[in-house]
């Protein structure tokens, strides 16, 4: 059974930093192009970071210069180091993953063939 599982989320202070972690089960995670997502209250899943099979990264115009998307092929996971986090960060953040993503699409979620069920991650002023 394929699934993806986020972990590391929680409540933190604006300014601090957290760190994602994606682990997938049923499959190899560097087999694919993974992404992640985010959901805030009443809005739309907004495109977070993209990283590719080959390990080229992608990233919104409201995160650029402070999160950064990693792979750790050994132990099958994809991480997001999320730094100087504002209260607009706050949402449910997914890893999605895609075994042949059209790259200029990557930030429509309906480009992904499969979901974790999502980490909350609260940025407190």
């Known amino acids: 059974q394929v699934q993806l599982v986020e972990s590391g989320g929680g409540v933190v202070h604006s300014g601090g930093s957290l760190k994602l972690s994606c682990s997938g089960s049923g499959f190899t995670l560097d087999s694919y192009d993974i992404a992640w997502f985010r959901q805030a209250p009443g809005k739309e899943h907004e495109g977070v970071s993209c990283i590719t099979k080959g390990d080229r990264a992608y990233y919104a115009e409201s995160v650029e210069g402070r999160f950064t998307i990693s792979r750790d092929n050994a132990n099958n996971m994809v991480y997001l180091q999320m730094n100087s986090l504002k209260p607009e960060d706050t949402g449910v953040y997914y890893c999605?993953?895609?075994?042949?993503?059209?790259?200029?699409?990557?930030?429509?979620?309906?480009?992904?063939?499969?979901w974790g069920r999502g980490a909350q991650v609260t940025v407190s002023s």
């Open positions: 999605l993953a895609d075994a042949s993503l059209r790259i200029g699409s990557w930030m429509s979620p309906f480009e992904y063939d499969y």
